[in-house]
């Protein structure tokens, strides 16, 4: 059974620094791209990164420059590396995966941005 185990979060001042981990079980998650979303309360999920089995990646506009998606696969762990953050950047975090099918979820971290 697919598994992603999402942490990291935590409260943060204006300017500062991040790291988010999913960790994977279930499958051999190598093959496979992996994302991360957020989701800001009244607001849509949205994609904020993605990095593929060879290891290109992709930022939405929002956040290039700032966060670096990475991935471990001896670890089945996926990060995401959050720097310079801003109030805006406060949401829910999620790790994700699509695979035969079906979209797989983390349970999430929280990522609170205030002064």
């Known amino acids: 059974q697919v598994q992603l185990v999402d942490s990291g979060g935590g409260l943060v001042q204006p300017g500062g620094s991040l790291r988010l981990s999913c960790a994977a079980s279930?499958?051999?998650?190598?093959?496979?791209?992996m994302n991360w979303y957020r989701q800001a309360p009244g607001k849509q999920r949205e994609l904020v990164a993605t990095i593929t089995s060879g290891g290109r990646t992709n930022y939405a506009d929002s956040v290039k420059g700032r966060f670096t998606i990475s991935r471990d696969n001896a670890k089945n762990t996926v990060y995401l590396q959050m720097n310079s953050l801003k109030p805006e950047d406060t949401a829910h975090y999620y790790c994700?995966?699509?695979?035969?099918?079906?979209?797989?979820w983390g349970q999430g971290t929280q990522v609170t941005i205030s002064s």
């Open positions: 279930g499958t051999s998650f190598s093959i496979y791209a």
């Open positions: 994700n995966i699509f695979l035969a099918g079906r979209n797989y």
